[in-house]
Structures are given as structure tokens and as C-alpha cells.
């Protein structure tokens, strides 16, 4: 009898030795969901990539008009170049803002976004590059949907050109600790901006 009951002492104090141990983990765990916010890691993450996707895109650029300096232009004066795909080449399926008067956006069909030929969302044809094109595919948007404007945008006017995409991580935007929207020299607060002229947008 005496066994007994001192084995019922012994797995009663486990037991709550576990459950105080549940309880600490599932308060710590929840601390730890509230500190680290990783919804809020992975916009991070996603910003990032759009900051290495443009300067790569940015650079391919810049070895292009080093390599062609007869080129006068980069792309149609006036056309906003856009990451989405679309069948239709003004991008008349997105509901993208409005734009200025002789304005108008440029999309093309989804298999050929990525061509580095000039068929691409870029108007530019990296593979005439006589080194060899510095590009495998055109980068796009990690997320390249209208909804919070995350897509790319190419504007050239002669051989300057400005690219640009949206930003998601709160400290990315304008007045966080590590804002890049109103602090990269660009006329766009809302839209991280890259290039030659930071100025052609519409």
C-alpha cells in the first residue's frame, strides 16, 4: 500500500513538473512569435531580392551601353515597362494607376518576361553583348502582382533610365529604420527607385 501511493505521488509530480513545463514553453514560444514577427522576416527577404534583382538588372545596363555606345535608345520614350505578364501589351488586364496623358504601360505574354532578347519585360537585347550576356533570365518580382505594387518598372528616355519596384517590409518604407523608399535620391516616396535618372517616372 505504502508502494502504491508513493508511486502515485511520483507520477502526479511529473505530471505537473510537465504541464508547468508546457506552460513556460507555449508562453515563451508565444514571446518569441511577437519578437521575431516572421511574416514581417519574410517581406524582409522579399525586399531584399528586389534590391539584388534590380541592381543585376541595373549593371546588365550599364555593361550594355559600355559595349554599345552607338545606341541612343534604351526603349520607347513614354512607355512604363512592367514586370506583369499580360496578352495584352498595353497590360489592359491589370488594373495599374493611371497615367499621365501619352503615357501608357507595356506588357508582354508570360512566356516571354524573362527573355534576355529583348522580347522581355526590358526592351533591351543583353545577348547582343558582344562579352557574353551578363543576365540567364530577366528577373522578376518575387511576388509580380498589381496588389501592393509589387512589380518592376523600366523607363528610359535616350540612354538614361530609371528602374524601380515597391517594397513591403515596414522598415523598407518611408520613415522605417532601414528605409529605402524616400531615401535612394527618386521622385516615387512609395516605390524603391535605381538607375541613371531617378526622374522619369511619370
Request: hydrophobic share 40%; net charge negative.
Amino acid at each position: 500500500m505504502l508502494q502504491f501511493n508513493s508511486m502515485s505521488r511520483t507520477r502526479g509530480l511529473t505530471l505537473v513538473e510537465l504541464l508547468i513545463t508546457m506552460g513556460i514553453l507555449a508562453i515563451l514560444a508565444s514571446m518569441a512569435v511577437l519578437v521575431f514577427n516572421p511574416v514581417e522576416y519574410v517581406r524582409q527577404s522579399r525586399d531584399t531580392r528586389r534590391i539584388g534583382d534590380l541592381d543585376a538588372i541595373n549593371k546588365a545596363i550599364d555593361l550594355y551601353t559600355v559595349n554599345k555606345p552607338a545606341i541612343t535608345e534604351l526603349g520607347t520614350a513614354s512607355i512604363v515597362y512592367v514586370s506583369l505578364s499580360d496578352s495584352s501589351s498595353t497590360c489592359g488586364s491589370h488594373a495599374l494607376p493611371v497615367l499621365p496623358p501619352s503615357w501608357q504601360y507595356r506588357c508582354v505574354p508570360a512566356a516571354d518576361l524573362q527573355k534576355i532578347d529583348g522580347t522581355g519585360w526590358v526592351p533591351i537585347n543583353f545577348t547582343s553583348i558582344s562579352s557574353g550576356a551578363p543576365l540567364a533570365t530577366l528577373p522578376i518580382d518575387p511576388a509580380n502582382a498589381v496588389a501592393g505594387a509589387q512589380y518592376y518598372m523600366f523607363i528610359a528616355s535616350g540612354r538614361k533610365y530609371e528602374l524601380s519596384s515597391g517594397m513591403e517590409a515596414a522598415r523598407h518604407m518611408s520613415g522605417g529604420d532601414a528605409d529605402k523608399v524616400s531615401t535612394d535620391d527618386g521622385d516615387d516616396s512609395a516605390r524603391y527607385e535605381t538607375g541613371s535618372n531617378l526622374l522619369l517616372a511619370p
